[in-house]
């Protein structure tokens, strides 16, 4: 569920990621900015903390969700300039596990707004591989190449029953029968070892597939996958979609501060990256709200976390006309010594201060 809980396997992870053959990181000259997952347990707070301090011995730590990190981004995403983070934003994370909605204000989470759909690449990628097998090819164990295959795909649709009715010719056969339709060639780790989409490959994985490649033809199940995101009910869950959850998270909130949130919803993460999603969520949103919607979605979603982290660290500039100044990486940081002075208790409430 996106929580931690093989600490053996995550310290596998992060022994070769701080290694010379990656980062080569110097933990006792080195800051570290983490994220993690929202409300995480306690106790994996303070695990991680142990070993950030005590076995690493990194010089400091800053410990914050993937959604508080995006907000620090998202002012060249939704100003189209770097005037650091804005003063309210909705954050829309649809990640592996699940979709948060997340209200920010002056930099801090609006607990009671906050929102969360049980939907994600995962359970994405899962149904794409339950309805392939079902139709046509065995591929329960190929997480792998399925969840390649819905991401060079798959994509969101603007009008569902009109796409449904445009892919009827398809469904059973070939993907050349209209215009939806696509034949998707499987890798065979011999000749390929990356799946593409037939008539986009090289030279090579052309001849390839003119020869005797192994072809998955897909049609409805490009958009109708995506659309357990907007109908949970789809895949067995009695909840509602991610438009849903950001017309509560906004109404959840003051009165005042609805209309911005409206104004300026932040997605990002790795399923993010769908074609259409954007304009879906924006188009099923306004239908909902009476204020004006505004669905915006940087370059990259998926390192949406990762770029407010880069700023932070990097110690973004505050405009002149800002009503508020957010945290600093220095305030926001808490060092080795002061967590050895403090205990793991109180280091876990320092954070607290700025989410």
């Not at 469904?171 to 034949?183: F, P, Q, S, T, V």
């Not at 998955?216 to 357990?228: D, G, Q, S, V, W």
């Not at 949970?232 to 509560?248: M, R, T």
């Amino acid at each position: 569920r996106g929580f931690l809980t093989k600490w053996d396997c995550q310290l596998a992870v992060w022994d070769r990621v701080f290694s010379n053959d990656v980062l080569r990181c110097a933990p006792a000259s080195t800051d570290l900015i983490v994220s993690e997952p929202m409300f995480n347990f306690g106790q994996i707070q303070r695990s991680m903390d142990e070993i950030v301090f005590e076995e690493y011995k990194f010089a400091s730590l800053v410990r914050a969700p993937g959604t508080r990190l995006a907000v620090i981004g998202a002012g060249q995403t939704i100003y189209g300039d770097s005037g650091g983070e804005p003063e309210c934003v909705l954050v829309v994370d649809v990640g592996h596990s699940f979709a948060y909605v997340v209200p920010y204000y002056r930099g801090k989470q609006i607990s009671k707004g906050v929102r969360r759909v049980d939907v994600g690449g995962r359970m994405l990628t899962s149904y794409l591989k339950e309805t392939v097998s079902f139709r046509y090819w065995d591929m329960m164990d190929e997480t792998y190449i399925m969840n390649a295959v819905k991401e060079k795909c798959c994509f969101v649709s603007s009008d569902f029953y009109r796409d449904l009715d445009a892919a009827r010719g398809c469904i059973g056969g070939h993907g050349d029968k209209n215009a939806l339709g696509l034949d998707y060639v499987l890798p065979d780790f011999t000749n390929s070892k990356c799946g593409y989409i037939k008539g986009q490959g090289g030279a090579a994985e052309q001849q390839m597939a003119d020869a005797e490649a192994q072809v998955l033809p897909l049609c409805n199940e490009r958009f109708a996958i995506p659309e357990a995101l907007f109908h949970p009910a789809d895949v067995g869950l009695e909840q509602g979609g991610i438009h849903q959850a950001v017309v509560q998270a906004a109404m959840a909130c003051d009165e005042s501060l609805r209309g911005v949130l409206m104004a300026n919803i932040l997605l990002v993460g790795g399923t993010a990256s769908l074609p259409g999603l954007e304009r879906r969520l924006q188009s099923e949103v306004q239908a909902m709200s009476p204020y004006r919607v505004c669905v915006s979605v940087p370059e990259d979603p998926a390192t949406g976390a990762w770029q407010g982290g880069r700023l932070l660290a990097q110690g973004q500039e505050v405009p002149k006309e800002a009503t508020y100044s957010p945290a600093t990486v220095a305030e926001w940081r808490l060092t080795r010594a002061q967590y050895q002075e403090m205990g793991p208790d109180r280091a876990a409430a320092h954070f607290m201060k700025f989410i």
